[in-house]
């Protein structure tokens, strides 16, 4: 299985790994948004700085999903 395949296959089968990723769709768009204001306040960066944070957390626990399936295909 293809690295797209294993987190379409999440997708439809996990509805944990369903809310990280959705939530880090969301994060990115909320962070592109961000990124475009200008001029960038002290408080906007601040505010990029969460978002990147609580984006990547997100993204670890996806990853951390992917490598127990693919641990569990090895079986």
Not at 11 to 34: A, N, P
Not at 44 to 51: P, R
């Amino acid at each position: 299985m293809t690295r797209e395949e294993i987190i379409q296959k999440l997708l439809q089968e996990d509805k944990e790994f369903r809310y990280h990723y959705e939530k880090h769709q969301e994060l990115d768009k909320q962070i592109d948004k961000l990124e475009k204001h200008h001029p960038m306040t002290h408080d906007l960066e601040m505010e990029l700085e969460k978002l990147k944070k609580e984006r990547l957390y997100h993204k670890d626990m996806m990853e951390l999903k992917i490598q127990e399936f693919l641990k569990s295909q090895k079986v």
